[in-house]
């Protein structure tokens, strides 16, 4: 197991039944998303609030939505993980029931308990490409490349293809207009 946060199952065969489920619920129903939230310097009350250096916050998170209908199947995947927290998303529309969704965002539980565990135990489906390309994006910002232009460049490329989209010509010419005077400006993506 990679880590001790992960729950044991009392004999091997519970253990890898679960293992299963939590590794097919998550190919099936998970998503490994890397987004950049705008955090550049701004004017409070009484102060500016310096922002981040690229004008950018790297934001990582793995998570599963589910229906009220189903979140004991959240509340088993948190319990299994034993980090992470479960948000509702309340529902006005024309659904008849609100979303919820198990998150994990914190970067030390993604690289010590989601990371490992999705490395040692392998999804089937080109989810898995998805989560390698997350890994990748979470240990660069663990290395600091968020922190320089050059770094939010080479996490954009990656992000650019996560997720089934196509490549993103957007996204793709940060690196292709970025000077080393000038805020990066994602706003348009």
Not at 2 to 30: C, Y
Not at 95 to 114: A, G, Q, T
Request: hydrophobic share 35%.
């Amino acid at each position: 197991m990679p880590s001790k946060k992960v729950s044991h199952a009392d004999n091997q065969q519970e253990r890898l039944i679960k293992i299963g489920w939590v590794i097919g619920f998550t190919d099936g129903e998970g998503c490994f998303s890397v987004g950049f939230v705008k955090q550049a310097d701004r004017i409070e009350k009484h102060r500016i609030r310096r922002g981040y250096k690229t004008g950018y916050q790297i934001f990582h998170e793995f998570a599963v939505t589910q229906g009220a209908k189903s979140l004991q199947s959240l509340r088993d995947l948190q319990q299994f993980f034993g980090i992470g927290k479960i948000y509702i998303n309340t529902r006005y529309d024309n659904h008849k029931e609100h979303l919820y969704r198990y998150v994990v965002r914190r970067r030390e539980d993604l690289l010590n308990v989601i990371i490992p565990f999705f490395r040692q135990y392998q999804m089937r489906t080109a989810k898995n490409n998805d989560f390698k390309k997350f890994a990748r994006c979470v240990e660069l910002v663990k290395k600091g490349y968020h922190l320089k232009f050059s770094g939010i460049n080479k996490i954009a490329k990656i992000v650019s293809t996560m997720n089934r989209q196509k490549t993103r010509n957007k996204l793709i010419k940060i690196p292709r207009d970025y000077t080393p005077n000038s805020k990066i400006n994602l706003e348009k993506i």
